[in-house]
Nanobody, 120 residues
Framework: QVQLVESGGGLVQPGGSLRLSCAAS????????MHWYRQAPGKQRELVAG???????NYADSMKGRFTISRDNAKNTVYLQMNSLKPEDTAVYYC??????????????WGQGTRVTVSS
């Protein structure tokens, strides 16, 4: 089994910053791509950013220049540094991790979500 634990959400003022973390543990042989998604109230879940196993990032257009995704392969952890936050960034943020298990079984797992509220 694989567990994902997210942390770092909270309340921040517009223009502020937060850093989210998502640590994977359990029966992991290798982690491939890692992603952050978010879901705002009344809206569909959307992709925020992703990073390949080799460390190549990609971002949704509205996050480019403000958000930075990174990963620490030794810790099986993905991060999302969010700067210049806006009220419209308010959402529950979820990590999604593609895990290859020793059995050869490949699937993706979701974190429990961490709430980010941007408000004055």
């Amino acid at each position: 089994q694989v567990q994902l634990v997210e942390s770092g959400g909270g309340l921040v003022q517009p223009g502020g910053s937060l850093r989210l973390s998502c640590a994977a543990s359990g029966s992991i042989f290798r982690i491939n791509a890692m992603h952050w998604y978010r879901q705002a109230p009344g809206k569909q879940r959307e992709l925020v950013a992703g990073i390949t196993s080799g460390g190549n990032p990609n971002y949704a257009d509205s996050m480019k220049g403000r958000f930075t995704i990174s990963r620490d392969n030794a810790k099986n952890t993905v991060y999302l540094q969010m700067n210049s936050l806006k009220p419209e960034d308010t959402a529950v943020y979820y990590c999604n991790v593609e895990v290859l298990r020793a059995t050869g079984f490949l699937r993706d797992y979701w974190g429990q979500g961490t709430r980010v509220t941007v408000s004055s």
